[in-house]
């Protein structure tokens, strides 16, 4: 057994047992916002998001499945290895941006420990 398994989702059974109108609800959300009939982004390029939101928040379910989404509605290899990519920038983008609040507290710190 090990952590993530491909037939983990046999226990959304017991969510949907436990909570079925917020499961219902949120199954509905999902298909519309996923694969609704007036979206203005091309399931290929709606995959490819996905795909980058969940290396991002790293869900290894949602690699998997948007991954191969991304594939059956036409995209390529390069890319998959571009939304790769910029993924991995914007993440490493947040770490620096973030670094700008850490500079500001240690000069407060500092300041504060000079009086």
Not at 24 to 48: C, Y
Not at 57 to 68: L, R
């Amino acid at each position: 057994m090990s952590y993530h398994e491909h037939t983990d989702h046999q226990y959304a059974k017991h969510i949907r047992a436990g909570a079925p109108d917020a499961f219902k609800s949120f199954m509905a959300w999902d298909t519309q916002v996923l694969r609704g009939s007036n979206k203005a982004i091309a399931p290929k390029h709606t995959e490819l998001m996905a795909v980058a939101v969940a290396l991002t928040t790293q869900c290894a379910y949602c690699i998997e499945a948007h991954t191969k989404a991304a594939h059956s509605a036409g995209a390529t290899q390069q890319e998959l290895a571009e939304t790769v990519m910029i993924a991995a920038a914007l993440r490493a983008g947040g770490s620096y941006a973030h670094g700008f609040m850490a500079m500001k507290f240690f000069d407060q710190a500092e300041q504060g420990s000079a009086q």
